[in-house]
């Protein structure tokens, strides 16, 4: 009976970490890239972009939204409120690319 107590407060702590979680999804951008390349968020989801390259970067999604140059250590949030694929680039680097699925 004490085990099963045990695990039901167990169970019961993830449970509550879980639903505690803040969405700040967060997306890194170093050499050159975007990490991860693909982020699946939740709708409602606000996403973080971190330039951590010494070289400005920028996170465009044309039509949806743009980032300013981004020095390093700088960061640009959008929030996603409708559902989609969103595909962005860096303005500076085109070939620098990243989606966002919003489900
Ligand atoms: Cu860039």
């Not at 890239?33 to 693909?38: L, M, V, W």
């Not at 330039?51 to 960061?75: I, K, M, Q, R």
């Amino acid at each position: 009976m004490k085990i099963v107590n045990t695990l039901g407060l167990a169970v019961l702590a993830l449970v509550t970490l879980a639903a505690a979680a803040p969405t700040t999804p967060r997306v890194e951008i170093k050499h050159f890239a975007y990490g991860p390349t693909t982020l699946t968020v939740p709708v409602g989801a606000t996403v973080t972009w971190v330039n951590e390259d010494e070289e400005p970067h920028t996170v465009t999604a044309t039509g949806v939204f743009a980032s300013p140059g981004l020095d390093y250590d700088e960061t640009f949030s959008y929030q996603f409120t409708t559902a989609g694929r969103y595909t962005y680039h860096c303005a500076l680097h085109p070939r620098m690319t990243g989606t966002v699925v919003v489900q």
